[in-house]
């Protein structure tokens, strides 16, 4: 079943609430005969039913994620069944002490009606202000990416501009090392257009979390960089762990750990990934024993600082794994530690 199929389902559950809703309402006035107060209670349920029959619509047709929509049905869902249940309770204290009223099931459903559009409305009031935040997080990432783009831009034109006033003056320097130089800007430049590539696919078709294998990932990552970089040392402690997140989890955690052994100055740079779960979460933690990453970069990614055209940062990778984190649900914090770094990623954990 596709997503949007789900989604039609979820929001079909609040209409046909309202069809059995209309027809109820339409049973009762046309065997019951009721008098004009039954009649006008009857049109006001139906009414309340209609409505019910076309906030499903609305809600399929407003867009709403996945999640969101299953949310709202389930607050239409969880309105009928806190009332019912009351109702139901009352209706058999009556029935104990032979005091049933007229018509339980006609009554009962407009009051049953009444609380889940009131339910149905929370709901969407609760998507709404979700995605308001979302929408929020979404121009961050703009902002973050311009701002960073334009500043590692004109720093790689810079230093490309210096490596050809060198060329013209080679004659006291190695070719070689302008030619190591170059190559490093370009690696840089392909990088950043990594970055900005995962950046995109996250803001433009945003993941569903699953039964993701963290140390699966965690020991993808280590092998290949392992061969990459020789003469550091990774450390790897795993626990059989399993998020709900997905596979732009891999990728958050090779930055981490390429981050931690490539910002290292040591000759022989070492970095230590341990996974834990414990209490419905799963923590990876990075540890390195390089030169401290600055405030300014911790406290703009965590939000302790307000992004500014002078404060925000100068690499894209702590970003990137940040919203890879928002995009699961996780969380991202920095630890505490004397001789080095520590940033531990963590998410609800998940049962295979």
Known sequence: MTVDSRRAAASATISLTGVVVVAVMLRHV??????????????????????????GYVVYRAGFTLRQT????????????????????????????????????FSGTVVVAVSAVAHVLIGVNDARRIRARQL?????????????????????AQRLYSYATRV????????????DDV???????????????????????????????????VAAVVTDLREEHPDATIDVTTGDATAAAGDYLEDAI???VENAVEHNDSDHPWVGVEVTQADGRVEIAVRDDGPEIPDIERETVTGERELTQLS??????????????????????FGDREDGNE????????SQ
């Open 30 to 55: 046309l065997s019951a005969q009721p008098p004009l107060s039954g009649w006008l209670l009857a049109g006001f349920g139906g009414l309340v039913g209609a409505a019910l029959v076309a906030a």
């Open 70 to 105: 299953l949310g709202i049905a389930g607050w239409n869902v969880l309105g009928i069944v806190v009332i019912g249940a009351a109702l139901a309770l009352l209706y058999a204290y009556q029935s104990a002490v032979a005091s049933l009223p007229a018509a339980p099931v």
């Open 136 to 156: 929020a997080r979404e121009r961050e990432k703009l902002d973050v990416l311009s701002r960073l783009v334009r500043h590692n831009l004109r720093t790689e």
């Open 168 to 179: 013209r003056a080679v004659d006291g320097e190695s070719s070689d090392d302008i030619a």
């Open 183 to 217: 190559h490093g800007s370009g690696e840089r430049l392909a990088a950043l257009h990594e970055h900005i590539t995962t950046i995109r696919n996250l803001v433009d078709d945003p993941p569903e979390r699953r039964p993701y294998d963290v140390d699966g990932a």
């Open 254 to 256: 090779r930055e981490l």
């Open 312 to 333: 925000h940062g100068s690499g894209v990778g702590l970003w990137l794994v940040r919203w890879i984190v928002d995009a699961y649900d996780g969380q991202l914090r």
């Open 343 to 350: 940033v531990v990623v963590s998410f609800p954990a998940r």
